[in-house]
């Protein structure tokens, strides 16, 4: 499986918790620079899907309106089109 597709099927944890880790290894001084190269690619594609989640959380939020009997419901939301 390509890491791509791993990381697709990550949950939001998951990645966070793989980033800091390639994050830790990068700040430690000790990676020869094609380890540096490959992880700062590997936390560049986690970071992305880490929005992506993140976006999709917010878009479920933003549908959640409380109804007059104080119950929530989904609202339709609109999408923007653009970087924020």
């Known amino acids: ?16 918790t793989k980033l ?6 990068m700040e430690s001084g000790e990676l020869p620079l094609e380890s540096l190269m490959a ?3 590997e936390g560049s594609r986690l970071a992305k899907h880490c929005e992506a989640k993140l976006a999709q959380a ?3 939020v933003q549908q959640l309106e409380k109804n ?4 929530l419901t ?11």
């Open 74 to 84: 989904l609202k339709p939301v609109e999408i923007k089109n653009g970087n924020k």
């Open 20 to 25: 800091e880790t390639i994050v830790e290894a």
């Open 39 to 41: 992880n700062f690619e």
């Open 68 to 71: 007059a009997a104080g119950e």
């Open 58 to 60: 917010e878009t479920r």
């Open 1 to 16: 499986m390509a890491k791509a597709e791993q990381s697709a099927e990550m949950s939001f944890e998951e990645a966070v």
